[in-house]
């Protein structure tokens, strides 16, 4: 549906229409000269009918950009309230490092001796994480968290086939993120889901109660998808590692105890870290992202190539399965990692310095804490306070106002927020969760606080249409998500009909 104006630009928010038709066919950004078509070497292939793109002039593609660019909520722009995700400022001192010629023009088939400070930034960056988890080994070339998990997974696989017992399951808590039974699966494992207990912890006795010598892993995630820590991680740990299996943690909530807690120290075994979210690299829209994996002394000879080594005092990249790297799995990806997101992420931590990390998950809980105490008695917390780096509130609030989860996150749009994580994790009813970060000032959580505060109350006031309406302000109203993920359409064709080109 499109706004109700003869233009259909809302304000000064355009509409946009596709490339394909603004198309003028015979208008074009540039001007060369006619092509010399009598050494045509391409023996019968040259192509006969036209090309088929759109013709257009710069201007016109300009503007289709960046209105495109304009239509985007960002971090840059407003509060980011998603759940999961740490949607936190990306500092522009990460931006100007990353931009340096040396390391922005740097190519990965460069020889050795002319990106010596490419790899130090790998080797510092690693020694970084390294420290941070506590842990003694790190694989860099994950491109994200979801990648790391698989890192993580096919080295604790080469472990027990290297044992000779290769293993059949994987214990999953049920509140886990979609990535670790897929990435279980991925690996081949039969993934044997863990149920949560009444305070929102996996539960330590089912644990107990499931393991056994088929069991390669336990994923646990902390602190984990509900906001809460794992306060029986260490019995978590111990049990895992009495019947001979491993413990991987997923550390995409790294963010909520950095410089406080080494994961190390917790047991774990391997660990993935989302650059792009603790360490403040650019996300959203699907990418870049990178996920440096941190492994056990157990888990660290079956790490991935390739590794950074110092050999004749310089720093090489060893690519084989030789040396120390003689019982790697191999490689994971082509090249070496994400280097924009490194450089980034060391500029963040340096220029946080160790004490900065620390002040970061203190800050990061504490206005998740502010946020859960202001909202506790207009919207229902789905287990008692406190919390960790994220709230999360279950529909019991909108019990008989006609409102959903989902409503009441499309009356957000309308408000100038981009929705909250609803419906995630699955074991909470109505989930919506919130993540504020560390970088939003006490003015900012107080404005997304009595946004919400202001449609709980007109939620339960009997003002439900306010909700199954919303978003009433946005470009696009309530589209028809079911039916776009069962019939895609991906590809433009030209309209057959004058009605259709109406239309
Ligand atoms: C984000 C996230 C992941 C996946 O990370 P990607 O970088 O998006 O692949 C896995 N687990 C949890 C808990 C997460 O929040």
Not at 167 to 178: D, M, Q, T
Not at 276 to 301: I, R, W
Not at 424 to 440: C, D, I, K, N, Q
Request: hydrophobic content about 40%.
């Amino acid at each position: 549906m499109k706004p109700d104006t003869s233009t259909g630009h809302k304000g000064l928010e355009l509409e946009e229409p596709l490339l394909f038709e603004l198309d003028g066919r015979d208008r074009s950004g540039v001007d060369l000269p006619e092509p010399d078509l009598s050494n045509n070497r391409l023996g019968g292939l040259e192509r006969t009918a036209p090309i088929g793109l759109p013709g257009l002039s710069e201007p016109e593609v300009v503007r289709h950009f960046v209105r495109l660019s304009q239509k985007n909520y960002s971090i840059d722009g407003n509060l980011y309230p998603l759940g999961s995700c740490t949607m936190k400022h990306n500092p522009r001192i990460n931006e100007k490092i990353a931009r340096m010629p040396g390391f922005a023009d740097a190519h990965p088939l460069q020889p050795e001796s002319t990106v010596q400070g490419a790899l130090e930034v790998l080797d510092t960056l690693g020694h970084w994480l390294k420290t941070i988890t506590g842990m003694p080994a790190v694989a860099m070339s994950p491109a994200a968290g979801a990648h790391g998990e698989l890192c993580g997974l096919m080295a604790i696989r080469s472990a027990h086939t290297a044992n000779g017992d290769p293993r059949k399951r994987v214990l999953v808590p049920e509140s886990a993120h979609g990535t670790n039974p897929a990435t279980a699966t991925l690996c081949g494992y039969k993934v044997d889901p863990v149920p949560g207990n009444d305070r929102g912890r996996i539960d330590l006795s089912a644990v107990k109660a499931k393991l056994g010598d088929d069991v390669a892993a336990i994923m646990l995630t902390n602190p984990n998808t509900l906001g809460l820590f794992e306060d029986e991680v260490l019995e978590v740990a111990e049990a895992i590692h009495s019947v001979g299996g491993y413990f991987y943690c997923d550390g995409a909530n790294l963010n909520a105890i950095v410089g406080r807690v080494r994961p190390g120290d917790l047991g774990v075994d391997a660990m993935h870290i989302n650059l792009h979210k603790t360490f403040s690299t650019p996300h959203g829209g699907g990418g870049p992202g990178s996920g440096p994996v941190a492994f056990s002394e157990a888990l660290a000879p079956f790490a991935p190539l390739p590794q950074v080594v110092t050999k004749d005092g310089k720093l090489h990249l060893l690519e084989t399965k030789t040396g120390e790297a003689a019982q790697s799995f191999g490689r994971l990806r082509s090249f070496h990692g994400q280097m924009g997101m490194f450089t980034r992420a060391l500029a963040y931590m340096m220029s946080h310095g160790a004490d900065g990390l620390r002040q970061i998950a203190e800050d990061a809980v504490l206005s998740a804490n502010y946020v859960l105490s202001q909202l506790q008695d207009d919207m229902s917390v789905a287990y008692p306070a406190p919390c960790m780096h994220e709230v999360l509130f279950d529909d019991t609030f909108l019990e008989g106002t006609g409102v959903t989860t989902l409503d009441f996150a499309k009356a957000m749009i309308d408000e100038g927020y981009h929705p909250m994580t609803v419906y995630f994790p699955l074991v909470v009813h109505g989930a919506m969760l919130t993540e504020p970060t560390e970088s939003e000032s006490k003015a900012s959580l107080d404005n997304l606080i009595s946004t919400l505060k202001y449609l709980a109350d007109k939620a339960k006031s009997g003002d439900a249409t306010h909700f199954t309406e919303a978003p009433r302000l946005a470009p696009r109203r309530r589209v028809d998500e079911t039916a776009a993920a069962r019939n895609p359409v991906l590809r433009w064709a030209p309209p057959s009909s004058p009605a259709q080109a109406a239309e």
